[in-house]
């Protein structure tokens, strides 16, 4: 059964601390997306990666790292930089490399820091 | 201007009803136009896509596009209360090669 897979579904951190979210996704799909969603706001690009071993800024990249080590993972940390990391956070994929095809989504990761 | 622009709601209609959501965008060069579908808490599903003027039919929805006049929409008809979800537009373009997401419209259907 393809899909793509976040976990953890609820993650509760202190603040300062830095914490990675998974998101594994066995579609062989060549991109993947991290994107964060407030309450009452639209999805913001954070990091994407259209290939292994590499992978580029979004809009708001700062206070977050990435890596594509292999093709079906695509983990983010939040750092203790990022100012607001609390957030909703969903990993997505897409069989093209381009953004012309529709993105799949997993569940999605809500993360709250104190 | 926001890039993908959508009123936020929220839109009630009754069941039964045509519910019609509403898109513009302000990248001219734009290509690919997909319909999301987000229920509280959940993560945004497919609902459709479009990448060509004028409309495209997937059983109770309908997208609808105009290239010329920027906008793209999405009809519900027979509405079900279980339509009841925040409808989210996403629009690429040749730029930046990104899917940019508008803020939502939250639709509601009342029995």
């Known amino acids: 059964d393809g899909g793509i897979t976040q976990s953890p579904k609820y993650l509760f951190r202190k603040e300062g601390q830095n914490v990675t979210l998974s998101c594994e996704q066995n579609?062989?799909?060549?991109?993947m997306y991290w994107y964060r969603q407030d309450p009452g706001q639209g999805l913001r690009l954070i990091y994407y990666s259209q290939i292994v071993n590499d992978f580029q800024k979004g809009d708001i990249a700062e206070g977050y790292s990435v890596s594509r080590e292999k093709k079906e993972s695509f983990p983010l940390t939040v750092t203790s930089a990022q100012k607001n990391p609390t957030a909703f956070y969903l990993c997505?994929?897409?069989?093209?490399?381009?953004?012309?095809?529709?993105?799949?989504f997993g569940n999605g990761t809500r993360l709250t820091v104190t | 201007q926001k890039e993908v622009e959508q009123n936020s709601g929220p839109l009630s209609v009754p069941e039964g009803a045509i519910a019609s959501l509403n898109c513009t965008y302000s990248?001219?060069?734009?290509?690919?136009f997909f319909w999301y579908r987000q229920y509280s808490g959940k993560s945004p599903e497919l609902i459709m896509s479009?990448?060509?003027?004028g409309d495209k039919e997937d059983g109770r929805f309908t997208a609808q596009l105009n290239k010329a006049s920027q906008y793209v929409s999405l009809l519900i008809r027979d509405s079900q209360p279980s339509d009841s979800a925040t409808y989210l537009c996403a629009v690429t373009s040749y730029n930046t090669d990104k899917l940019i997401f508008g803020t939502g419209t939250r639709l509601q259907v009342f029995p």
């Open positions: 997505a994929s897409s069989p093209s490399r381009t953004a012309n095809s529709p993105l799949h």
């Open positions: 990248d001219r060069v734009s290509q690919s």
């Open positions: 479009i990448y060509s003027n």
């Open positions: 579609l062989n799909h060549d991109a």
